[in-house]
């Protein structure tokens, strides 16, 4: 009689559980479709600091390629190279680096090396994941490189709070003609999740990145600067809503508002002159694009192209990237 009950109570409550996670299929998604690390998993449930880190940088990190004599993204071994470093610098300083992807229709929350050798050596056959190529690169079991709004939608999903980046994506120049908006902006609207970034990236409209994120609620702070940070200079002429000058202001910021926040911190003072000479450069090789009239998806690689030439490409690179 007794075991009956039990039985019967225990089946009772995985139906239970089976329509909760039918209401609430992030959760279930959470708990049966994504791949969490195991020294991810534990620093969760300890409650230690974990940082998320995407990999669209990996396989295609455009600002970085600007380096790299080539237009293609970061060529391995030094994407492989520059992840293991990113990786390093987040546990230096005391918390467990979370790097997300999707590996064969798995989305997986924390790399292993062989994982992240292998997302690096994929490159850009790895597809550009956002937000809106999640489904269709999961049903495919394909590689995914996540992008900021992907990156953001998982490390949400697991109880990630904070990602930090290069740059986001933002309002394209000419975003008022060709609607070219990144969804890591309608992202952050909706996802709460703290991305801390040296800015948008280089080549994008920063005034009107800032007026939609405004648009969509979200919170814009800048690091000990008033000022937006333009990626390569400290300065960008774009006045923020907020500043923070501590890890406790950002903390006393964190309401449960179940939107996202964007930190930009400005590039640190020794890369200054450096950043400067390749911002001048790209604000070149944009009048000549526009001189020229080159538009759509000609103008990415002509603009790296461009700036690669005017400041010796790989000259530079050693010089940012021992950041
Ligand atoms: N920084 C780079 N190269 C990139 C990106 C950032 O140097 O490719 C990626 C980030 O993943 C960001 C994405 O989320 O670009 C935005 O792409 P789009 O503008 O297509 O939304
Ligand atoms: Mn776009």
């Known amino acids: 009689m007794a075991a009956s009950s039990s039985s019967s109570s225990s089946s009772a409550l995985s139906r239970l559980s089976n329509i909760q996670n039918h209401l609430n299929p992030i959760d279930s998604l959470a708990k049966n479709l994504v791949k969490i690390s195991p020294e991810v998993s534990e620093a969760l449930s300890h409650g230690h600091a974990v940082v998320a880190l995407e990999s669209t940088i990996i396989s295609h990190g455009a600002d970085y390629t600007v380096f790299f004599a080539c237009v ?11 992840a293991k470093e ?3 610098i987040v546990r230096n300083n005391g918390a467990v680096p979370a790097t997300i992807a999707i590996l064969e229709g798995l989305p997986c929350v924390g790399l292993s090396t062989e994982e992240l050798e292998r997302l690096a050596k994929l490159g850009s056959k790895a597809q550009k994941t956002a937000r809106r190529d999640i489904a269709h690169v999961v049903a495919t079991r ?5 992008t900021v709004s992907a990156t953001m939608f998982f490390a949400s999903m697991v109880g990630i709070p904070v990602f930090v980046t290069g740059g986001i ?5 000419h975003g008022e003609h ?8 309608t992202e952050l609207g909706r996802t709460p999740v703290a991305v801390i970034s040296a800015g948008i990236k280089s080549i994008l409209d920063i005034p009107r990145t800032l007026e939609y994120l405004e648009t969509h609620g979200v919170c814009v702070a800048a690091y000990k ?3 937006f940070p333009a990626f390569f200079t400290e300065t960008s002429g774009s006045k923020v809503p907020c500043r923070v000058d501590s890890p406790e202001d950002y903390v006393n910021m964190k309401l449960k508002l179940g939107s996202g926040l964007v930190i930009g911190v400005p590039i640190p003072r020794e890369h200054a002159a450096s950043g400067r000479v390749i911002e001048s450069a790209i604000q070149s090789a944009l009048r000549e ?21 005017l400041t010796g490409g790989l000259s530079l690179a050693s010089s940012i990237l021992s950041l």
């Open 178 to 185: 060709t609607m070219d908006i990144s969804s890591d902006l």
């Open 169 to 173: 994506g933002g309002v394209h120049r």
């Open 142 to 146: 394909g590689n995914g490189a996540t």
């Open 225 to 227: 600067t008033n000022e």
């Open 72 to 82: 293609q993204g970061m060529p391995y071994p030094q994407n492989f190279e520059t």
């Open 289 to 309: 694009a526009r001189e020229k009239n080159i538009t759509g998806n000609a103008e990415t690689p002509f603009l790296l192209a461009r700036v690669n030439e």
């Open 86 to 88: 990113v990786e390093a």
